[in-house]
């Protein structure tokens, strides 16, 4: 996760970003070993919409804390958040949008429009800053949704600052997504037909890879543990709402196209 021109500028002016802990022999050790975060995401368009998905990894530093991480939250019924960054901090801020989305749907008899949905999680995350400015609360999520005014799926990412920018057909974030990032360019500039143009069951198949991808290159990035049963979460949503992917037919899609070289 980037740290853009205002961080670096407080730390030139003297503020430390990451307080220091210090362990039993007295060395210091930044807080940011003791806070889990959770990465890699990425959301892209589809023929039928937009395909939002997740490994399950969550990390402390060099620890494993924990592989079945939920990282894609539903928010309504046609709009998920995915998280990168520390869970603590997503999860609560999920929350709050979800209730403060349903209170305004029920007091006002009508869905808050996308635009102020995308708002209210930016207010939230600069509400936020003071926690990810110590280093223990940044978290840069995507926000995907269907937009019924224009018939199709948009896709916004933030930074830890709360900045929002809608991306034209993907976004990716998390320690893991440069590799991926790379790859989403390389398919919509190169390749015969781009992302937006695959079918659900190509879209999802390209999702698991990219994530399997990101995984062998990045330590903090979970693949696929058939196992344990452990699979990235994988939703769509479309104009019928958000649908997440079952387990029985990621296997199926890992088995065939994923774990298999294909030439």
Known sequence: ?????????????????????????????SAEAFVSSATTILAFKYQGGVLVAGDRRATAGTTVMYDRADKVIDIDSHAVMAIA???????????????SFKYYRRSQLQDL???GKVRALSKLLKDNIPMAMQGIGA???IFAAYDPKISSG???????LGAEFESVEFATSGSGSPGIRGVLHFQNKWRDEPVSSLPEEEAVVLAMRLL????EFDAA?????????????????????VREIPIERLNTIYDAQVAVRHV
């Not at 399997?212 to 995984?215: K, L, N, P, Q, S």
Request: glycine share 10%.
């Open 85 to 99: 960054g520390v869970p603590a901090t997503a999860f609560e801020i999920a929350r709050v949008l979800e209730h």
């Open 221 to 241: 990035t979970g693949g696929v543990k058939q196992g344990a049963n452990v699979y990235p979460i994988v939703k769509t949503i479309n104009e019928n709402g």
């Open 113 to 115: 429009s996308l635009e």
């Open 212 to 215: 399997e991808t990101a995984a």
């Open 154 to 160: 948009r896709i916004y990412f933030y930074d830890m």
């Open 139 to 141: 978290v840069a999520p």
């Open 1 to 29: 996760m980037g740290e853009g021109d205002f961080l670096d500028l407080l730390k030139s002016k003297g503020y430390a970003l990451a307080p220091a802990h210090f362990s039993s022999n007295g060395k210091a050790v």
